[in-house]
């Protein structure tokens, strides 16, 4: 079994982009891998947050992992912060790191435009993503297109380390699925669809009412004319309107154009609409179970604990192979 390595972070709501790129592969890679999924929200304090909203929405993001249909006897589920490992190795690595390969990072460039002040967390928070994955030697990483270059810097972190101290860590690789992994904004198509936009009309959250996800498709941006055909280059906010439903529908790109062929965007909209609703609902009921319940401190006691044992072997033969002094008695 291979060793998968992601985590989102707990700032905003997740959207159905989060659920179609990210969740929906997480379910699957967790009956034939083994699997760390976690809550980042070390990377989320690298800006500001309110701490009674950091708590509910790292609880709420754990939640619905679960909710989503990621098994805790399958797969590890855990807050980044529980696991003390990470934040240590991320030091180490930050060490390792050179100003110039934080400068070129275009998140950070992009976080940053425009900004008074900004903290060094932001900056040198590539170098704790590396330690994320290297800390498990996980073999794949399943990232977005705007998460690559972070895991080249990972890569180039590990081969630097094992020859400076000898073969140790595993070196990365993606996992990007070829459909569905960059779900788009409804408002528009040539951005990512994010929890962090402000136009809330944007997106989708998971948790969104029936009434509210019927509102914002039939108010998604659609391109001139009205056909509904599948062409990125061309229709590209139609075409994205088609992959969430390609997705939620469970049927292919050819299906959904064959089954709206000279009806127009208005039919097609209210489609799309009930197959959202249709997939999110279950996962909403399940996750007021969760939270109800409280046994996601238990499950997330119970992922840390699994996670801790892997990563203090991982930070212990690091320390030992840069000559650290190892405690004695």
């Given at each position: 079994?291979?060793?998968?390595?992601?985590?989102?972070?707990?700032?905003?709501?997740?959207?159905?982009?989060?659920?179609?790129?990210?969740?929906?592969?997480?379910?699957?890679?967790?009956?034939?891998?083994?699997?760390f999924?976690?809550?980042?929200?070390?990377?989320?304090?690298?800006?500001?947050?309110?701490?009674?909203?950091?708590?509910?929405?790292?609880?709420?993001?754990?939640?619905?992992?679960?909710?989503?249909?990621?098994?805790?006897?399958?797969?590890?589920?855990?807050?980044?912060?529980?696991?003390?490992?990470?934040?240590?190795?991320?030091?180490?690595?930050?060490?390792?790191?050179?100003?110039?390969?934080?400068?070129?990072?275009?998140?950070?460039?992009?976080?940053?435009?425009?900004?008074?002040?900004?903290?060094?967390?932001?900056?040198?928070?590539?170098?704790?993503?590396?330690?994320?994955?290297?800390?498990y030697?996980?073999?794949?990483?399943?990232?977005?297109?705007?998460?690559k270059?972070?895991?080249?810097?990972?890569?180039?972190?590990?081969?630097?380390?094992?020859?400076?101290?000898?073969?140790?860590?595993?070196?990365?690789?993606?996992?990007?699925?070829?459909?569905?992994?960059?779900?788009?904004?409804?408002?528009?198509?040539?951005?990512?669809?994010?929890?962090?936009?402000?136009?809330?009309?944007?997106?989708?959250?998971?948790?969104d009412?029936?009434?509210?996800?019927?509102?914002?498709?039939?108010?998604?941006?659609?391109?001139?004319?009205?056909?509904?055909?599948?062409?990125?280059?061309?229709?590209?906010?139609?075409?994205?309107?088609?992959?969430?439903?390609?997705?939620?529908?469970?049927?292919?790109?050819?299906?959904?154009?064959?089954?709206?062929?000279?009806?127009?965007y208005?039919?097609?909209?209210?489609?799309?609409?009930?197959?959202?609703?249709n997939?999110?609902?279950?996962?909403?009921?399940?996750?007021?179970?969760?939270?109800?319940?409280?046994?996601?401190?238990?499950?997330?006691?119970?992922?840390?604990?699994?996670?801790?044992?892997?990563?203090?072997?991982?930070?212990?033969?690091?320390?030992?192979?840069?000559?650290?002094?190892?405690?004695?008695?």
């Amino acid at each position: 079994m291979k060793k998968v390595l992601s985590g989102i972070q707990p700032s905003g709501q997740l959207t159905l982009g989060n659920y179609i790129g990210a969740m929906q592969n997480f379910v699957k890679l967790q009956e034939t891998e083994e699997c760390f999924f976690m809550v980042v929200d070390l990377h989320a304090i690298t800006v500001p947050q309110e701490p009674e909203m950091l708590r509910e929405q790292s609880e709420s993001v754990a939640a619905l992992f679960i909710a989503a249909g990621i098994d805790p006897a399958k797969a590890n589920i855990f807050v980044q912060s529980h696991v003390r490992a990470h934040a240590e190795l991320g030091w180490i690595l930050t060490t390792l790191t050179g100003m110039g390969e934080l400068e070129r990072m275009t998140q950070f460039k992009d976080k940053s435009a425009g900004k008074e002040s900004v903290g060094a967390g932001l900056f040198v928070y590539p170098s704790l993503m590396a330690a994320d994955i290297l800390v498990y030697n996980a073999d794949l990483v399943p990232v977005g297109d705007d998460q690559k270059q972070h895991l080249e810097l990972t890569r180039d972190l590990a081969n630097r380390f094992n020859s400076r101290f000898g073969d140790y860590f595993t070196i990365p690789e993606p996992y990007i699925p070829k459909v569905g992994a960059r779900i788009m904004s409804l408002d528009d198509a040539s951005k990512k669809m994010s929890k962090s936009n402000p136009n809330v009309g944007s997106f989708i959250a998971l948790l969104d009412e029936p009434s509210v996800i019927r509102k914002k498709i039939s108010r998604a941006t659609t391109d001139s004319g009205r056909e509904v055909k599948y062409d990125p280059a061309n229709k590209p906010e139609i075409s994205n309107l088609i992959t969430i439903y390609s997705h939620c529908a469970n049927l292919s790109i050819a299906e959904v154009e064959a089954r709206y062929e000279g009806q127009g965007y208005g039919p097609f909209k209210k489609d799309l609409a009930e197959h959202v609703v249709n997939v999110l609902e279950p996962l909403q009921q399940k996750y007021k179970s969760i939270r109800e319940s409280g046994e996601i401190h238990e499950i997330l006691k119970q992922g840390a604990a699994r996670a801790s044992e892997l990563a203090d072997r991982t930070l212990a033969d690091v320390k030992e192979k840069m000559g650290f002094l190892v405690p004695r008695g």
